[in-house]
């Protein structure tokens, strides 16, 4: 009598239909990344990104750098609304349904920007809610800093307005600790920023300096301690807030 094994079922074959797991999204890498609807541009020292005026039809990433963006009045004047630095964007109006640029950002040093077009930057919005949720923290952050600087040029003098200023510009809080401004900004600027006359600047930059709040070196190197001109009482001076220090 013949026995018969049980007969051993074929093995299925792996193939490359398994479904693949996708990789999370990382706004970093997306950010970093050359693709349809996104290109990174290098910009030389006081190059224009885009002028007043443009079709607003992209939002800028600064990559690495610092950007002055400027608007110039119908009479000619201009003013300066904001200086940026990297890991920031600009040009978000087109998403509101602004169609022209309504200030002029230009390169304040050599700096690196990624252009999203706006049907790409609507899609990751859209599609990435990780990516929605830093670009929204972006613009609460934004939204933020812009009252602090009405409140800042309402009813602080001009002392406390130019001391936040550079504080600002040296990333104060960012990293712990203020960084040197690397890109040279003109007491012009300055001005124009915080809404006075140049030689009123020359005054308390030059004050600032003596009592070791600044210092220059091709560049201007700002320390903590000018924080103390900032949280000093309207009613006292420099000097006796750093008495008490």
């Given at each position: ?237 420099v000097a006796p807030a750093l008495e008490k220090s």
């Open positions: 009598m013949t026995s018969h094994k049980p007969t051993a079922k074929p093995r299925k074959k792996r193939t490359a239909a398994k479904a693949r797991i996708a990789a999370p999204f990382d706004a970093a890498v997306y950010l970093d990344t050359v693709a349809k609807g996104r290109t990174i541009t290098p910009y030389k020292k006081k190059s224009v990104i885009f002028t007043q005026g443009d079709d607003a039809d992209a939002v800028i990433y600064i990559r690495a750098g610092k950007v002055k963006v400027t608007v110039i009045s119908a009479e000619g004047n201009e003013a300066v609304v904001a200086i940026l630095g990297a890991d920031e964007f600009l040009g978000e109006g087109c998403l509101i349904g602004q169609q022209k640029r309504l200030a002029t950002a230009s390169a304040m040093s050599d700096c690196t920007v990624m252009q999203v077009s706006k049907t790409e930057i609507q899609r990751v919005l859209k599609d990435e809610p990780t990516f929605s949720q830093m670009f929204v923290t972006h613009i609460l952050a934004r939204n933020e800093r812009i009252q602090e600087d009405l409140v800042d040029q309402l009813f602080n003098s001009t002392e406390k307005r130019l001391a936040r200023v550079l504080l600002l510009l040296a990333n104060f809080g960012k990293t712990g600790r203020p960084e040197p401004i690397i890109g040279k900004i003109s007491q012009e600027t300055l001005a124009e920023m915080i809404g006075t006359t140049r030689s009123r600047v020359s005054h308390f930059m030059n004050k600032f300096r003596k009592l070791g709040f600044i210092a220059y070196n091709g560049h201007i190197d700002v320390h903590s301690s000018l924080l103390s001109v900032v949280l000093a009482d309207k009613s006292r001076s």
